[in-house]
């Protein structure tokens, strides 16, 4: 099983509203990533969550807060968003280090327009 | 820092048809990834390298992580209509900090005649 769920796929807000996206996953992997899509373009990471701990942060602005609950769970709180911040926006997670293997898995992503 | 020039930014090629696209660094990684995305999905994960020279093959896919590190290729035999869709390149290198960081390609889009 290498099932990453993400909720919601579909998300449109206005620039004054909060909101959030969840990601599961539950194949025991001990860090879990968020990427932002923009049209044509490859991924781009955000942050990095390592055994439950913010380990990178890719310089992004304070309106987006991420939250690792525990360790199936990643959220990213949505806050006084801007309409260049809508992007799909992808959940990744991966096993660790100490089993040796890296690669990183992807949810379907949430789709997010600001209004 | 670190860039993946993958080539080519798109094909178009008829049903049937062999398919290569390949991926070069200026960096060295210790596992290379390939990827598909459709429009609109997240990225799957197709083929895995993790030694220098490997030949891997998945399907249809085939992949070969190059003997220097800095480079793969990606080949699909017989293409078929589902092939459509954009296919990233990976390079992956550990945080060293229980993590890992993708660095990824531009993307090869591809499409199918019927």
């Known amino acids: 099983d290498t099932e990453v769920t993400q909720t919601p796929k579909h998300l449109v807000m206005g620039m004054t509203n909060k909101k959030s996206l969840k990601c599961e996953q539950h194949?025991?992997?001990?860090?879990m990533y968020w990427y932002k899509q923009k049209a044509k373009k490859p991924p781009e990471l955000m942050f990095v969550?390592?055994?439950?701990?913010?380990?990178i942060n890719e310089s992004v602005p304070s309106r987006f807060s991420p939250e690792c609950p525990n360790s199936s769970l990643l959220n990213l709180h949505l806050h006084a968003l801007q309409p260049e911040d809508s992007a799909l926006y992808l959940c990744?997670?991966?096993?660790?280090?100490?089993?040796?293997?890296?690669?990183?898995?992807f949810g379907e992503g949430s789709r997010l327009t600001v209004l | 820092g670190q860039q993946l020039n993958q080539s080519p930014q798109s094909m178009f090629i008829q049903e049937g048809e062999d398919v290569s696209m390949n991926c070069t660094s200026s960096?060295?990684?210790?596992?290379w990834l390939w990827y598909k995305q459709d429009p609109g999905e997240g990225p799957v994960l197709l083929i895995a390298?993790?030694?220098?020279?490997e030949l891997t093959s998945n399907g249809r896919l085939t992949a070969q992580f190059g003997i220097t590190r800095k480079d793969s290729f990606l080949n699909i035999s017989a293409s078929i209509p589902s092939d459509v869709g954009i296919y990233f390149c990976?390079?992956?290198?550990?945080?060293?900090?229980?993590?890992?960081?993708?660095?990824f390609g531009k993307g090869t889009k591809l499409s199918v005649i019927p």
């Open positions: 990976a390079g992956l290198q550990p945080t060293g900090a229980g993590s890992y960081q993708l660095t």
């Open positions: 194949m025991g992997h001990r860090a």
């Open positions: 960096s060295i990684f210790n596992t």
């Open positions: 390298l993790y030694k220098a020279g």
């Open positions: 969550y390592s055994y439950e701990k913010l380990s």
């Open positions: 990744a997670s991966s096993q660790g280090i100490k089993l040796n293997t890296g690669e990183l898995f």
